[in-house]
């Protein structure tokens, strides 16, 4: 084990250090969130810093980097107040990771992805047709992060549109069987496979392992 | 595919809708945290809602639960300052995972769970020995959500403490060679194999799969 301190950190040149700080903090549940403008017309962009705030009410946010550097899914979100999550599968990684390029805002990044649409009724904005595990959301509030230029967008859960054969009997959603991907770093994608699942953790006791865990 | 409206989800009783909900928004860079209070009696436990927030300058987030569910580490981040933040592999993800326990505050769950601190020169709170890849924070700020009660807590980086070997020629991190877990739900732990790792995408371009990118 070696210690590396914050100057030599500070002494990588931007993207070396890039990188590393992006690797560091671990595995991300990267996914594709769609949104339209006030016209109805499609964005879609891959984002990997989501994050589960609650589930009484169902909340969950995401972080969007400075306005300048990722404008337009924040602008119609602000706009609409309604945006999908959708994962992301092996056979789709790479054209997900195609909507990552800076396109200008008159570009369907679906057409420029190769990535179909998918409306259901009562709701504006598509699911991605070739995800096997999506949600639409509403705007709940945006919280600027000061240090950084950064933006915590918390959304509350409106529906899921999902293969129901993931479900287990308690509830949990057993996303390794529709082979949903993880990120690490900018650019790195991981097929993550089950380890355990632990039974709740009390004091003076050790945690068993769930049956039926198994791929 | 089904679609599964708002109203439905609500309807379920809440072990099942949180095992659901806290699945759906995908694998989590779960990790353990550890504190001292202003005695320097430890203090570790198991977060799963970690993000990072950008390179320059070098910020990570996690989500602490409404303070009356857990006090602790909050508690002890407020009066220091400083927490590690530590990796977990399969040989201590149960020993990680016993963490969750709702020990009194007088008990020391490095002990409880039996994993040992290890102290570096200089910084006041221990890294877990057990773990492979650990880093140092420094608190900036602690924004409240006040749709449920939790807390967005915002460190920067002060130092890291890794097996170099896993550093690649351009920083990033191959977490994988460690065997760094992922989590999902509530209680389920993964290990994620690499994929791919995509060059750069470019509008009109197709990104390639970079070379090297081997377990």
Not at 77 to 106: C, F, W
Request: proline letters at 6%.
């Amino acid at each position: 084990m070696e210690l590396i301190p914050k100057e030599t950190i500070l002494s990588w040149d931007r993207f070396y250090r890039g990188n590393f700080i992006n690797s560091l903090s671990g595995y991300k549940s990267v996914s594709l969130i769609a949104t339209v403008d006030k016209k109805g017309n499609p964005n879609l962009a891959i984002f990997s810093n989501l994050v589960h705030l609650g589930a009484d009410p169902a909340l969950i946010a995401f972080v969007n980097r400075p306005r300048e550097a990722a404008p337009h899914t924040l602008q119609n979100i602000e706009a609409t107040g309604l945006y999908t999550i959708n994962h992301i599968h092996p056979d789709m990684v790479l054209r997900a990771h195609q909507t990552s390029a800076k396109y200008s805002t008159d570009v369907n990044e679906f057409e420029a992805a190769a990535l179909k649409p998918e409306y259901v009724e009562g709701f504006s904005v598509p699911f991605v047709k070739e995800s096997r595990c999506s949600y639409a959301m509403k705007l709940i509030e945006v919280i600027p992060i000061k240090h950084n230029n950064t933006f915590l967008v918390i959304g509350e859960l409106q529906q899921v549109r999902l293969d129901t054969t993931i479900i287990r009997s308690d509830g949990f959603l057993q996303l390794d069987k529709i082979e949903t991907v993880a990120s690490l770093g900018i650019d790195a994608y991981y097929k993550p496979q089950p380890l355990a699942r632990y039974s709740y953790a009390k004091p003076g006791t050790i945690a068993t392992n769930l049956d039926e865990f198994t791929v």
